[in-house]
């Protein structure tokens, strides 16, 4: 896990993007003209959804910098991996860190035998490669200043970073093109009504960070919290996993009680770990069904075919894929993902009954407005402590 220089990596990241380029699936066929006027056309749904998202939820950037920094990008599949590998670069150097202080004392040498980054590249580059084929939006919560261009893409077709190094901004918004052209022509729906619907959901995202300054740095404290908890020692997260599935896999019914971890995740992570991700379980399902509702509630009056649109696209959640893509969603735990969607969009709505949108955009105070795990189901608790 080290690299030629003897710095130490888990990853070889170059090998896992040029593995998830060559791996990946190529998108819906279409002419070099219609590409351009899909991405043209996300680029403005992406403005209008801007307005339509801020009027609705009475959100404002917290100033015009913080706007300006945070552009919206459309990309390819390739470009969408290249961006969440330079993320993931930035958001693991925690780990990193430990592992360069277990080799210096010499016990990273267990490590090194264990695991090597061109094999771990490989890994990552596969599971990249899956998931650019899923992602239709993305609000990149800890993007680094610069997204490189994929070499292979047409000139002019997708976007490039509009900020430089100097000006880190909150993060950026990333539409991938190819993949909401095959939903929309997998679920037979009026494009322009779904480009301007998955736009509401993503722009709703970039709303939150801009409107609420202190969300990123909330999120990344805890993310490096919970990695700063990893154990570095392949060993004994090995003999965790073994232990917590007891010979099952996770998302085939762990020990076979149900009483087993669901993730890989989930398997490796210590007492303190659990904890953490609890709250921050809590804060994306707050932010994934704050964006559901929000789509739902301006979806009506700028989307005429939303109701054909949701119920469509509900029904393609709810019945996946095929066995392999339904035991891979669960390995990677995409399957919590859709859980946090439908708990958070049941939070925000019960909040928002009791006490009007002012009243729900009290959770955006501090950290300690935040709803806790249990408060995402019950959203009377989280009524009584914050508004009173």
Known sequence: MTSASGRVDMVDWD????????????????????????????RRHALEAEEHVREFTRMRSSSLAD???????????????RANVAGFRTIVQPLVDKLQARRGSGAGTAVMGSFGEKATGVEV?????FLSTKVLGQYETFAPAELPAPPDSPAGLFDKPRRGPDLPGPGRLLLVAPNIVHVERELDVDPHDFRLWVCLHEETHRTQFTAVPWLRDHIQSEVQAFLAQA??????LLERAREAFGGGLPGLGGRGDGSGPSTLLEAVQSP???????????VMSLLEGHADVVMDGVGPAVVPSVAEIREKFQQRRDRGAGRLDLVLRRL??????LRQYQDGAVFVRGVVDR???????????????????????????WVARVVG
């Open 67 to 81: 706007a300006v920094a945070t552009p919206v990008l459309v990309v390819d599949r390739p470009g969408w991996v």
């Open 15 to 42: 090998l896992a993007v040029a593995t998830a380029t060559r791996l990946v699936r190529p998108g819906p066929e279409v002419s070099r003209e219609e590409a351009r006027r899909v991405v043209a056309e996300l």
């Open 355 to 381: 006490v009007g949108i002012e009243g729900f955009n009290r959770v955006w105070t501090s950290p300690n407005t935040l709803p806790t795990k249990e408060e995402i189901h019950d959203p009377a608790a």
């Open 125 to 129: 580059g596969a599971v990249l490669a």
């Open 231 to 236: 154990d570095v020692d392949p060993g004994a």
């Open 272 to 282: 303190a770990q659990r904890e953490i991700l609890g709250r921050l379980t809590a």
């Open 332 to 337: 990677l735990g995409m399957d919590a993902k």
